[in-house]
């Protein structure tokens, strides 16, 4: 079976490369090196590789022949620059998704799977956030994130492309972004703290995020592969409990220093997370509390 992974040379992209590769797929991998969050590119050398834009319907339409799953990871994936050129992330997004799932349904790929996020919620939701709440999208990204489930959901129903969309809360572990003022905050705070820095808190720090280790997301995609029912859905992808912004930083260093906070972000996130267990069997293994104290 032959899988194409977007964004497979970033973060999460990588990873689920690597796994795929380990359990025995082909896997097509393309990625455009456009995100800017991150230092570093990981193209994996067993895939068949191919620096791309998916915004490029001509371009990507060559690589699709014998394509049986896509994994949609590729996105203009921050908050804040996002509001800063909403132009270039809803283009980057909405238009992406787009081509992959037109493509997907023009090839009679078997599955379709979407990376989203937990953004989605935004303020109205109560906690924890349940997928029957309704989606209240605050910024660009999330806005458009919001758009490809729905746009998921109709290909699903309407021409019978098997879809699964993902929000994954706060994902951080191997070769999490580390660039620039708006890279994720473990990474960020890891940084600065390695280079003996003082780490930075946007706002008070009360504000509470449920933090996903990455291999916890590559298995909850690994194993939508072996679904049977419940596409066109959405589904979290959580560890189910929550700290403050405070409480992770005083896991990594007392030398904190806090700095204005940002438009666009909510207070609290919390995953309920029964619906995909309930279908698969998954489970999250690792707390970001284990994995700040081992290192």
């Known amino acids: 079976m032959n899988c194409l992974v977007t964004g497979g040379a970033g973060f999460i992209g990588s990873n689920l490369v ?3 590769l380990e359990l025995g797929y082909k896997v097509t991998c393309v990625d455009n090196e ?3 969050c991150h230092d570093q590119f990981y193209w994996n050398e067993g895939a068949s590789n191919y620096k791309l834009d998916i915004c490029n319907y001509d371009e990507i ?3 699709f022949k014998d394509i049986d799953y896509v994994f949609h990871v590729a996105s203009d994936a921050r908050i804040q620059p996002a509001i800063l050129n909403p132009k270039k992330s809803i283009e980057n997004n909405v ?3 787009l081509n992959m799932l037109e493509l997907s349904r023009k090839y009679n790929v ?3 799977i979407y990376s989203s996020t937990s953004s989605a919620y935004g303020k109205k ?4 956030n349940i997928e029957t709440q309704p989606s209240d999208p605050l910024t660009p ?3 458009a994130k919001v758009f490809g489930e729905n746009l998921c959901r109709v290909y ?3 021409y019978g492309v098997e879809t699964v969309s993902f929000r994954y809360f706060n994902v951080y572990g191997n070769r999490q972004p580390l660039k620039g003022q708006y890279a994720p905050v473990i990474g960020l705070f890891q940084k600065q703290n390695n280079n003996s820095e003082a780490l930075t808190i946007v706002g008070d720090g009360t504000q509470r995020r449920d933090f996903t280790h990455v291999s916890d997301v590559i298995e909850a995609n690994i194993l939508a592969l072996s679904m049977t029912s419940g596409f066109g859905e959405v589904y979290n992808i959580g560890y189910g409990r929550n700290y403050s912004i405070l409480e992770i930083a005083n896991m990594i260093s007392d030398n904190i220093v806090f700095i204005p906070p940002r438009q666009g972000e909510v207070n609290e996130t919390l995953s309920y997370t029964e619906k995909y267990r309930i279908k698969t069997g998954w489970t999250p293994k690792i707390s970001i509390a284990d994995w700040i104290k081992n290192g």
């Open 156 to 158: 699903n129903n309407l």
């Open 18 to 20: 690597d796994r795929l």
């Open 110 to 112: 078997k599955r379709f």
């Open 61 to 63: 339409e060559l690589i």
């Open 141 to 143: 990204y999330s806005t």
């Open 125 to 128: 939701s109560l906690i924890p």
């Open 34 to 36: 456009s995100a800017e």
């Open 95 to 97: 238009l992406g998704t």
